[in-house]
């Protein structure tokens, strides 16, 4: 197992565009995070799945955010109508339901939009 | 508002000298406690968790936090700082009125270590 991975790794895009960002946890984890990470910051929390179950979304996942995770594998999130304020760092994360001691983290994927 | 607090967004020692960053929390319920690093476009690395057994948790690459309950704090050590340790590190806090389905992390201290 390689760990938590994420792709792009980087992804820019002009305002208006939708793009959608891809999470491979790790295969035992049935629990799958996706949190924002803005520049000088730490992680803000987006929301997270249990096996395909979405449990909780924050206030921050506005309308234009969408995520998924089908077959409760690996997760997708996807934002309509890309805005400057969304440009941010991407962070999922994966982990046990009986472990609530943290969680392993992908390496991100840093969204610019121009 | 329960919350994470780390004082001080900038840290700065010399290579041997030791490393303390701070961390404070606000919680009505017993947290669970981590601190991650964060190497430059990378993802978070976990370096060591408190989750009620021993109060002084020793992690990885030779740091160690003490839970002090009575100050509500988690300071992250290391008798030497190396390098290498230059980075960003945040302190997370679980089991805040999110309940433990979450971390909610602390804006980050970024350690600056000089030769």
């Known amino acids: 197992d390689t760990g938590v991975s994420q792709d792009p790794r980087h992804k820019i895009t002009k305002r208006g565009q939708n793009v959608t960002f891809r999470c491979d946890p790790i295969?035992?984890?049935?629990?799958l995070y996706w949190y924002r990470q803005t520049l000088g910051q730490g992680p803000e929390f987006l929301t997270y799945?249990?096996?395909?179950?979405?449990?909780?979304k924050s206030r921050l996942l506005s309308d234009r955010f969408s995520a998924e995770r089908p077959k409760g594998s690996f997760s997708t999130l996807e934002i309509q109508r890309t805005e400057q304020g969304d440009s941010a760092m991407y962070l999922c994360?994966?982990?046990?339901?009986?472990?609530?001691?943290?969680?392993?983290f992908g390496s991100g994927t840093r969204l610019t939009v121009v | 508002a329960q919350s994470v607090t780390q004082l001080g967004s900038h840290v700065s020692v010399s290579e041997g000298a030791l490393v303390l960053l701070r961390c404070n929390y606000s919680?009505?319920?017993?947290?669970?406690l981590f601190w991650y690093v964060q190497y430059p476009n990378q993802g978070l690395q976990l370096l060591l968790k408190?989750?009620?057994?021993?109060?002084l948790v020793k992690g990885i690459n030779g740091f160690e936090a003490e839970f002090k309950k009575s100050e509500t704090s988690f300071h992250l050590t290391k008798p030497s700082a190396h390098m290498s340790d230059a980075a960003e590190y945040f302190c997370?806090?679980?089991?805040?009125?999110?309940?433990?389905?979450?971390?909610?992390f602390g804006a980050g201290t970024r350690l600056a270590v000089h030769p």
């Open positions: 799945f249990q096996n395909e179950a979405q449990l909780e």
């Open positions: 994360a994966s982990g046990q339901t009986e472990d609530n001691y943290g969680y392993t």
């Open positions: 408190y989750t009620s057994a021993a109060t």
């Open positions: 919680s009505s319920v017993p947290p669970y």
């Open positions: 997370a806090v679980s089991g805040l009125s999110g309940g433990y389905n979450k971390l909610i």
């Open positions: 295969s035992e984890h049935n629990r």
